[in-house]
């Protein structure tokens, strides 16, 4: 509906030009612009990387954890990654001020790390991802959740089960 | 100042522009017309004009991922644009190949190819992002000439 408002108003005020690049450009809500990371949120399923149908994005397993990069100039600003994401943790925001010169063009990259980090539980080495809790019922309150976050894999899955044993009993 | 100089001067605010289509799926081609034909956007409010000649620009903008059947002509057409130049490469095709990058029938980035000065990512990139694009041209041609 909101063309046959715009062409309504186009009938009353005719054509009009916008101050760009002198003002500021007006830009819907939900332009899909550049690609934002969280890696606070980030559960480190990797699904992004695989749906990318650019190949932007690149998930590597380096010395300190895994690291993120998306590369804004390869991105064809689909959504899918977002759309795939089960955390949210990677979005697109409504900013399109890309145009930058030669030399910043590999620079133009979204760069994330998921640090190792020790479990708190049993000492071992573990990346430092959001837990996958998505399925948990109940789903895991805000305490449950720092704590599974601050476990290696191995007592992640110890740590859920139990929970789930005792909520059914 | 001499004649030469006021020349410059007066050519500095009128940059003329030629868009070369490099085997573009004609998203990025079609906002660039909007950037001139539609009131909303009219880059020409930045003195420059779309023309039909190579020989006549000053600014170039090349779109498309330069397949591989078009690259003669490309090169050809480039070479005709008088120097100096600024090029521009619209969308994320020229400049890594976008949604065809690894492609064999393609030899995105462009770069290898052509000098570039600015990259306007997007796909295709709002007209606004293109109009943010070739400012950033008109700059560079500024201290080029
Ligand atoms: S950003 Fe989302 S999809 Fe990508 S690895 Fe993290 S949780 Fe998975
Ligand atoms: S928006 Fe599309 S192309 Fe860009 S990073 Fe996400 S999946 Fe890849
Ligand atoms: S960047 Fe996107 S819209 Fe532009 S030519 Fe390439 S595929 Fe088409």
Redesign the pocket.
Known sequence: MNFLRLFARNLREGPYTEAFPFAPAPTAKRFRGKIE?DAET????????RVCPAGAIK?ERTAEGMT?DCWHDTCVFCGN?EF????K??HQTADWHLAHRQEDKYRMVEHGLIPFQVCTECGSKGLATAPAAGSANPPLTAEEFQHVKSLCPKCRGKFMRARKTKAKA | MSVIERLKTMATKSPWIYRINAGSCNGCDVEMATCALIPRYDVERLGCQYCGSPRHADIVLISGPLTRRVLDATLRVFDEIPDPKVTVAVGVCPISGGIFRESYAVLAPIDQYFPVDVNVPGCPPRPQAIIEGIAQAVQIWRERL
């Open positions: 990371f980030c559960e480190g399923c990797r699904l992004c990387e998930m993120f990654c795939h994401c089960p955390t943790s990677i």
